[in-house]
């Protein structure tokens, strides 16, 4: 258990729709980065944030936001799903931006 | 950008040892990962490399060689719980996340 807590565990939606996803960093963390892990394409990096600010973005779709509340819990909300979004998304942790990244147990979405 | 070449999948012995080989073209560096992930479940730290040479953990060491973009994770004592997917990933000097090769699917046999 690497102390990263991702809600919920499994989710399931159709088309068009939006859904949010919710991640708790370790404790003492300040840097959340969010990846999305399809069967194709392998681990790709989405956002950081850190201390609350979006520190680097990576191959995120414009119709995927997040953000990192002060309680340094993050969210990545996916909108106007389609199919191809179907992927495992991951979020990790590390106390500052340099450090090892530890990840969380993932959301499974699926999108039918 | 970056490019991380992994083999797609090994097969080993329980018992024996493993070297699964990485490597990578970038742009800047600032840090080598290997991850263990199980299928359908969270990727877990092994090791990192920034300077050159061996870096050893128990079962586990990585090497790295940044002028020839080159690392290994060595496996010994196989287990058949070290059937996993393992990662490698590459810190660019620009940023501090991590981008990922595909993977090497390792099956470790009786």
């Known amino acids: 258990d690497s102390g990263v807590t991702q809600t919920p565990k499994h989710l399931i939606t159709a088309t068009g729709q939006r859904v949010t996803l919710r991640c708790s960093p370790r404790s003492g963390d300040l840097s959340v980065y969010w990846y999305q892990q399809s069967l194709d394409q392998g681990l790709q990096f989405l956002i950081q944030y850190y201390n609350g600010e979006e520190r680097a973005k990576g191959n995120i779709l414009e119709r995927f936001s997040a953000q990192q509340f002060p309680d340094l819990h993050s969210e990545l909300n996916l909108s106007s799903l389609e199919l191809g979004d179907s992927a495992l998304y991951f979020c990790a942790s590390s106390p500052r931006y340099e450090d090892t990244q530890y990840f969380g147990p993932g959301t499974r979405l699926t999108v039918l | 950008g970056q490019n991380i070449d992994q083999p797609t999948e090994m097969t080993a012995t329980e018992g024996a040892i493993v070297q699964i080989n990485c490597t990578y073209q970038t742009s800047g560096f600032n840090g080598l990962f290997w991850y263990q992930q199980h299928a359908g479940e969270a990727p877990t730290f092994l090791s990192y490399?920034?300077?050159?040479g061996l870096e050893e953990k128990g079962r586990f060491s990585s090497f790295l060689s940044r002028s020839k973009g080159y690392s290994y994770l060595l496996l010994k004592e196989l287990q058949m719980k070290d059937s996993a997917s393992y990662l490698c990933?590459?810190?660019?000097?620009?940023?501090?996340?991590?981008?990922f090769g595909k993977g090497t699917s390792l099956l470790v046999t009786p």
């Open positions: 490399n920034v300077l050159d």
């Open positions: 990933a590459v810190r660019e000097d620009s940023g501090y996340a991590l981008n």
